[in-house]
């Protein structure tokens, strides 16, 4: 949240936070530096060592969502802090019943005071291939990854000799109930389907001679379905070429820019609630290697009643879709979900609620994580 303060970012951490807060639990955030220049600064487009920006930018956030909770932040190297000294750092660590680590990209030998502690894979394939989270990997006493097909039939991730239990993305409700009356389609003119992608992240992996990539791959597998479908499909994109635009806007996309919509919070929220509906890849990796991997972005639309056409990563094998929540795995089906959607929008707009009320609200996710987190 601090090395990374844009608002997509920010809220797939912050609402664990809000979550476990409404759940009554005594919560502090903590976040190190990772490594030199790790701070993203969304005003200048610049990294740093500076954590100043993100601390205030989070700061705000915990304000503007009602969060109750410490936010510390120290640098490991030169143990520079925001939000309180470094003793309180380890004194909040000391006092800890459970350490969650959400996504594995902070890690100080410290965290091994904590009683307890687990680890959430936000990243199937490419964190079990070593990009992230392998600095005190064999320190937890338990893992779990939003791969929900991990160590299934048909699921292609390695898991050596680490238990991945699977969880979900939470969401809390209440942050995407939309004060504006109007049905997207009445205030858009045009039915929307918009999706924030970031357009290559950090490359593709090879594992067993087979390459597993990024979003990019599969969004130029798709490129030619603005022709096929009545709705206008938006992406709001980051890290995209200047030529990728051009060859997305004459295939018929609408395109943005992903960090002015994730600049702020509630333009953030406006984007997604102002929108009929999502419609997204997903990175390569997970669709290949059928990890089951679900988006906290896309949980966020379906909480807004906003239904989700989202490509198959196997998530289909464990979530009743069809109605607010539709799988695709292929061009002709993206087409098809989208014009299913459209057809009837009331019956899934209230269909993506239930969805996001069955399998990703707060109080289902937290509670079973945190049962089990104390029974493995």
Same mark, same amino acid.
């Given at each position: 949240?601090v090395?990374?303060?844009?608002?997509g970012?920010?809220?797939?951490?912050?609402?664990?936070?809000?979550?476990?807060?409404?759940?009554?639990?005594?919560?502090?955030?903590v976040?190190?530096?990772?490594?030199?220049?790790?701070?993203?600064?969304?005003?200048?487009?610049?990294?740093?060592?500076?954590?100043?920006?993100?601390?205030r930018? %989070?700061k705000?956030?915990?304000r503007?969502?009602?969060?109750? *909770?410490?936010?510390?932040?120290?640098?490991?190297?030169?143990?520079?802090?925001?939000g309180?000294t470094?003793?309180n750092?380890? #004194?909040?660590?000391?006092d %800890?019943d459970?350490?969650?680590?959400?996504?594995?990209?902070?890690?100080?030998? !410290?965290?091994?005071?904590?009683?307890?502690?687990?680890?959430? #894979?936000?990243?199937?394939?490419f964190?079990?291939l070593?990009?992230?989270?392998?600095?005190?990997?064999?320190?937890? #006493?338990?893992y779990?990854?939003y791969?929900?097909n991990i160590?299934?039939?048909?699921?292609?991730?390695?898991?050596?000799?680490?238990?991945?239990?699977?969880?979900?993305?939470?969401?809390?409700p209440?942050?995407?109930?939309?004060?504006d009356?109007?049905?997207?389609?009445?205030?858009?003119?045009t039915?929307?389907?918009?999706? /924030?992608a970031?357009?290559?992240a950090?490359?593709?992996?090879?594992?067993?001679?087979?390459?597993?990539?990024?979003?990019?791959? !599969?969004? &130029?597998?798709?490129l030619?379905?603005?022709?096929?479908?009545?709705?206008r499909?938006?992406?709001?994109?980051?890290?995209?070429?200047?030529?990728?635009i051009?060859? &997305?806007?004459? %295939?018929?996309?609408?395109?943005?820019?992903?960090?002015?919509?994730?600049?702020?919070?509630?333009?953030?929220k406006? @984007? /997604?609630?102002?929108?009929?509906?999502e419609?997204?890849?997903?990175?390569?990796? @997970?669709?290949?290697s059928r990890s089951?991997w679900?988006?906290?972005?896309?949980?966020?639309? &379906? *909480?807004?009643?906003?239904?989700?056409?989202?490509?198959?990563?196997?998530?289909?094998?464990? /979530?009743?879709?069809g109605?607010?929540l539709?799988?695709?795995?292929?061009?002709?089906?993206? %087409?098809?979900?989208?014009?299913?959607?459209?057809?009837?929008? #009331?019956?899934?707009?209230?269909?993506?609620?239930e969805?996001?009320?069955?399998?990703?609200d707060?109080?289902?996710?937290?509670e079973?994580?945190?049962?089990?987190?104390?029974?493995?």
């Amino acid at each position: 949240m601090v090395r990374h303060p844009v608002a997509g970012n920010m809220l797939a951490y912050a609402q664990y936070v809000l979550g476990l807060r409404l759940l009554g639990h005594i919560v502090t955030y903590v976040e190190e530096s990772g490594w030199p220049n790790s701070c993203f600064d969304p005003i200048t487009m610049r990294h740093t060592d500076d954590a100043s920006v993100g601390f205030r930018l %989070a700061k705000s956030l915990y304000r503007r969502l009602g969060i109750d *909770a410490p936010v510390l932040y120290i640098d490991r190297d030169s143990r520079a802090t925001f939000g309180g000294t470094e003793q309180n750092v380890l #004194d909040v660590l000391d006092d %800890a019943d459970l350490l969650v680590n959400v996504g594995g990209v902070c890690w100080l030998p !410290e965290f091994e005071k904590v009683r307890r502690k687990i680890l959430i #894979d936000m990243d199937p394939m490419f964190t079990q291939l070593g990009m992230f989270s392998m600095e005190g990997n064999d320190c937890y #006493d338990a893992y779990f990854s939003y791969g929900t097909n991990i160590g299934q039939p048909g699921c292609q991730i390695p898991v050596g000799s680490i238990r991945w239990l699977p969880t979900t993305p939470p969401v809390v409700p209440s942050l995407w109930q939309s004060t504006d009356s109007s049905s997207p389609r009445e205030k858009n003119g045009t039915a929307v389907f918009s999706t /924030i992608a970031n357009w290559n992240a950090y490359g593709g992996v090879v594992h067993d001679g087979e390459h597993f990539g990024q979003k990019d791959e !599969e969004f &130029l597998a798709h490129l030619t379905l603005p022709s096929r479908v009545s709705a206008r499909l938006e992406i709001a994109v980051a890290g995209a070429p200047a030529s990728v635009i051009r060859k &997305l806007k004459v %295939a018929g996309w609408s395109v943005s820019d992903a960090l002015e919509v994730s600049g702020d919070v509630n333009k953030y929220k406006e @984007y /997604i609630t102002s929108s009929i509906g999502e419609f997204s890849v997903a990175k390569n990796g @997970y669709v290949k290697s059928r990890s089951g991997w679900f988006s906290d972005r896309s949980a966020c639309y &379906l *909480a807004a009643g906003r239904p989700v056409v989202l490509q198959d990563t196997g998530y289909s094998q464990w /979530i009743a879709c069809g109605e607010g929540l539709i799988p695709f795995s292929d061009l002709d089906g993206a %087409a098809e979900a989208i014009e299913n959607v459209c057809g009837d929008y #009331d019956r899934n707009s209230q269909a993506a609620r239930e969805v996001a009320k069955s399998h990703f609200d707060y109080k289902t996710v937290l509670e079973s994580l945190l049962a089990r987190a104390q029974m493995n």
